[in-house]
């Protein structure tokens, strides 16, 4: 099973913008699909974007499309999301999560991501 290990979240004001990168080990990274979720407190788990394993596909919630990007670099195991533009909305703790299974499709479901990051934490102030 792959691990993941979010990084780039903070603190920053409207308008802003952040870089979330998502680490995993193992050999197989460019096999996965990966998942970007959020989850702001007492909220459930969102869908952000999702990227296929070569990088040719790629889904947005309507709520982030041409503000966020996600990207991948296999070489490096790294898979990427800018985040341009943020709103306080976008407040909340970011995950990325890798569809081990292969399922052939981008899933906006996270129950169909298997092996999820701890996530990292984007604040947004007005």
């Known amino acids: 099973q792959v691990q993941l290990v979010e990084s780039g979240g903070g603190m920053v004001q409207a308008g802003d913008s952040l870089r979330l990168s998502c680490v995993a080990s193992g050999h197989s990274f460019k096999k996965y699909a990966i998942g970007w979720f959020r989850q702001a407190p007492g909220d459930a788990r969102v869908f952000v974007a999702a990227i296929n394993s070569n990088g040719g596909n790629i889904d947005y919630a309507d709520s982030v499309q041409g503000r966020f990007t996600a990207s991948r670099d296999n070489a490096e195991n790294t898979a990427h999301l800018q985040m341009n533009s943020l709103k306080p909305e976008d407040t909340a703790a970011y995950y990325c999560?890798?569809?081990?299974?292969?399922?052939?499709?981008?899933?906006?479901?996270?129950?169909?991501?298997?092996?999820w990051g701890l996530g990292t934490q984007v604040i947004v102030s007005s």
């Open positions: 999560a890798a569809d081990t299974r292969g399922l052939g499709y981008l899933s906006r479901l996270a129950v169909e991501y298997e092996s």
